[in-house]
């Protein structure tokens, strides 16, 4: 079973606060979890395949490119806001006093 110290340094590397209270119902909690990892450590791997996933699925990508479907002067007729200088004038959001 793991001691006090153990949860308290373990507690300090995950950043946790814990109470003396959570401190005793960890340490017999974390013992559980150590105790199944071990079990785990006797399955017989070898020649198996490692894996980090089984679905099969695989990271789809598509490379960037570059297009200008409409100009600036399309884009400025979109909008029923008032235009100056090529550019929508929108109400202040800054208060200057």
Do not use: W
Not at 3 to 20: G, Q, Y
Not at 24 to 42: A, N, P, R, T
Not at 55 to 67: C, F, H, P
């Amino acid at each position: 079973m793991l001691s006090e110290d153990d949860v308290k340094h373990i507690a300090k590397l995950a950043r946790l606060k814990l109470s003396d209270e959570e401190i005793k119902k960890f340490s017999g909690q974390l013992s559980g979890i150590f105790k199944y990892v071990e079990q785990l450590d006797e399955v017989n791997t070898d020649g198996l395949e490692e894996t980090s996933q089984v679905t099969g699925l695989k990271n789809v990508t598509q490379a960037d490119e570059i297009s200008t479907k409409c100009d600036g002067n399309a884009l400025l007729l979109c909008s029923p806001l008032p235009k100056e200088r090529k550019q929508i004038l929108v109400k202040s959001v800054i208060k200057t006093e």
